[in-house]
């Protein structure tokens, strides 16, 4: 059984349809690329397969758990399926420690001497052991995505999920980010990452996923769909993002 | 008899000050309990608890204070035959018009912090109370201060209106010496100082306390 199947998931906005018949699977340890331009329904996807979006149509099953029936115990799902946003969303008024710990703690219930080793466990992980006790606004923008990480990395998740998790950093900050995503990819973890960083997906990803008009519209091996896209639509997407 | 503004009028009416204080006390803390679960009702997932939450914000809020402060002392000994002290009176009507206000100022509060807050919780697997205690309620805390203590100052104001029903308190106490003395303007000015000083520090305290938490985060 496959990590993550998608079965024909219908979402809409409104009379907006955002995702029109989508389905994929993705299987332990694959490192999955979304692109796409804005608008076409990458982050929804994502934000469907940990149920933070009711989906109107077909079936979202992770880890053998069915995300889209109405009883969903998201809450265990969760803690299985961690996600990165574009925007960081660490907790302003908790240090980092606090940030990481609040949910092993409170929904994990671990013990609070074990904690801080956990967060500092994670936080070596993306190289910021030493920021331990420092607070949000006191991080860069890199620091504070690679907490963001780590926050998640501590709740030991299955898959991760990232939501263009550089969009909103400098260019010389996006690297810190992009290593750090690479090392967790190497250690086995399964990733869908929504980027456009092209040249990381053509490195890291085990598959591409181009999306449009709220449709699966291309996918394949990296190399093959960023190197010889067989629709214009890819081909006129890969040309606006690569030059 | 028409007697002099004296030394003891003073004293009388900082003795009344304090059930100003005291009433205000008393609707600060059934306030706020009212005001918690109207917030809390006003954001929850639950349609049926926002809108008997908006009910009761509106209702509060479209009927005068001193209409409250009638319902509550003259309604009940005729609807449900309770003879009621102007005390208990006053407290409930009061409690009852804080919860509207500050219920709503919370509601506020909670709002003002952003949704990927509440979206950053539940994706770590909290659960909606989880997020509200650990994530939110932190957070609108440091915003609600100001404007909670600057409702609070309003509240100490507003007991006055107590008065008619025969809650003697500082502004009623300030009539009584009035009607003693015959010196409207000293004793008048003697309440409005009372009140100031009652007033003023709270909102010296606000602006502390909103520097204190803006440094502490």
């Not at chain 2, 005390?87 to 018009?97: I, K, L, M, N, P």
């Not at chain 2, 219920?103 to 994706?123: F, K, S, T, V, Y």
Request: charged share 20%; hydrophobic share 50%.
């Amino acid at each position: 059984m496959s990590l993550v199947e998608l079965k024909g998931v219908v979402k809409r906005f409104g009379t907006n349809t955002v995702l029109d018949d989508v389905s994929m699977n993705v299987e332990r340890g694959e490192i999955i690329a979304v692109i796409g331009r804005s608008g076409s329904g990458k982050s929804t996807m994502l934000r469907c397969i940990n149920g933070l979006e009711p989906v109107q149509g077909g079936t979202v099953v992770v880890d053998g758990e069915t995300v889209s029936a109405p009883g969903a115990d998201l809450r265990a799902l969760r803690q299985r399926v961690g996600i990165v946003f574009q925007s960081y969303n660490l907790f302003p008024h908790l240090s980092v420690e606090k940030n990481i710990t609040l949910a092993p703690r409170v929904v994990k219930g671990i013990d609070p001497g074990t904690a801080r080793e956990l967060a500092l466990g994670v936080l070596r992980r993306v190289g910021l052991a030493e920021k331990i006790d420092a607070y949000p606004d006191q991080l860069s923008g890199g620091q504070q995505q690679r907490v963001a990480i780590a926050r998640s990395l501590a709740m030991q998740p299955k898959l991760m999920l990232f939501d263009e998790i550089t969009s909103a950093l400098d260019p010389e900050l996006t690297g810190e980010v992009l290593k750090v995503l690479e090392q967790v990819a190497a250690e086995g973890m399964t990733m869908i990452l929504v980027t456009h960083e092209m040249g990381f997906a053509r490195r890291v990803a085990t598959r591409v996923v181009f999306m449009h008009q709220g449709r699966i519209w291309e996918e394949g091996g990296a190399r093959e769909v960023l190197e010889k896209p067989r629709t214009p639509e890819l081909a006129t997407f890969l040309d606006a993002v690569l030059h | 008899m028409i007697r002099e503004f004296a030394a003891i009028d003073v004293y009388y009416l900082l003795l009344a000050a304090r059930w100003t204080l005291a009433l205000t006390a008393l609707a600060f803390v059934g306030g706020g309990l009212f005001g918690i679960v109207v917030a809390l009702m006003r954001v929850s997932p639950f349609m049926p608890l926002r809108a008997l939450g908006a009910a009761y914000v509106n209702v509060v809020q479209g009927i005068p204070l001193l209409g409250w402060l009638f319902v509550f002392f003259f309604g009940l000994p005729i609807l449900a035959s309770v003879q009621v002290s102007s005390w208990v009176a006053a407290t409930v009507a009061f409690s009852f018009y804080a919860g509207a206000f500050l219920g709503e100022i919370w509601r506020g509060c909670l709002q003002a912090i952003p949704r990927q807050q509440w979206e950053a919780g539940a994706a770590l697997g909290l659960g909606f109370g989880e997020q509200l205690r650990h994530v939110i309620v932190p957070q609108a805390v440091r915003v609600a201060i100001p404007p909670t203590v600057g409702f609070l100052v309003q509240l100490i104001k507003n007991t006055s209106l107590g008065a008619v029903i025969g809650f003697v308190e500082l502004t009623r106490e300030g009539q009584l010496t009035n009607a003693a003395t015959y010196r409207p303007f000293t004793v008048y000015i003697a309440v409005a100082a009372i009140y100031f000083a009652m007033c003023f520090p709270l909102t010296q305290l606000s602006r502390r306390l909103e520097r204190r938490l803006r440094v502490a985060r």
